[in-house]
């Protein structure tokens, strides 16, 4: 049975402080993770990594995935109160993406 | 504008009514899906399909039907048999049939039984 873990399930910080948040998983036929940011409604995507080692950044925001320990980290420096959101991580198996319960970041000025 | 409409956005149901939400895409996609969402949960997928005419159910089919008649259109009907049918409903789609990229979601529906 496909497994994700994130940690922690959820987070206070001030801002301007760094955060690691952590993806484990099992998933047959792994094909890619992807990282997900969900304010409110529809979760907006931030990241998709296919390759060990290679890390992936967008302002920021960077993640990185270890394919050998199963394994992805996303990590947010300098936050502000916009990135307070849950951020979900997502191996895709091939046929669809299957979702941790996510880490629910609340980022207090 | 390309993208995802869901609707209802919100539904409210008397206990053993079905309900229909409905899922529409233009961004000529081949592959839809349905999640649901409860509170400190994450996703879970409900069904999907890769191509018209057919679809495959996820890990909490129970309580749930869809069709794909039109590549457009994937809705998605909550049945009476749904023992928990209080949630929040996501709709996604993706480009190819081989989910290896990122998923487009809509809006969401949040369905409430009284």
């Known amino acids: 049975e496909d497994k994700v873990v994130q940690s922690p399930l959820s987070l206070v910080v001030h801002e301007g402080d760094t955060v690691t948040l952590n993806c484990s998983y099992e998933?047959?036929?792994?094909?890619?993770l992807l990282w997900y940011k969900q304010e409110k409604k529809a979760p907006t995507f931030l990241f998709m990594l296919?390759?060990?080692?290679i890390e992936k950044k967008s302002g920021r925001l960077s993640s990185i995935l270890d394919k050998k320990e199963l394994f992805s980290i996303l990590n947010i420096t300098a936050t502000q109160t916009g990135d307070s959101a849950v951020y979900l991580c997502?191996?895709?198996?091939?046929?669809?993406?299957?979702f941790g319960k996510g880490t629910s970041l609340l980022v207090t000025p | 504008d390309g993208g995802i409409t869901q609707s209802p956005k919100y539904l409210f149901r008397k206990e053993g009514q079905n309900v229909t939400l409905s899922c529409e895409q233009n961004?000529?996609?081949?592959?839809m899906y349905w999640y649901r969402q409860d509170p400190g949960q994450g996703l879970r997928l409900i069904y999907y399909?890769?191509?018209?005419?057919?679809?495959q159910k996820g890990d909490i089919a129970e309580g749930y039907s869809v069709s794909r008649e039109k590549k457009e259109s994937f809705p998605l009907t909550v049945t009476s048999a749904q023992k928990n049918p209080t949630a929040f409903y996501l709709c996604?789609?993706?480009?190819?049939?081989?989910?290896?990229?990122?998923?487009?979601f809509g809006e969401g529906s949040r369905l409430t039984v009284l």
């Open positions: 996604a789609s993706s480009m190819r049939r081989e989910s290896t990229g990122e998923l487009f």
């Open positions: 998933v047959t036929n792994f094909r890619s």
């Open positions: 296919t390759s060990s080692g």
């Open positions: 997502a191996p895709n198996s091939g046929y669809a993406l299957n």
């Open positions: 961004l000529n996609h081949d592959a």
């Open positions: 399909s890769q191509i018209v005419n057919d679809f």
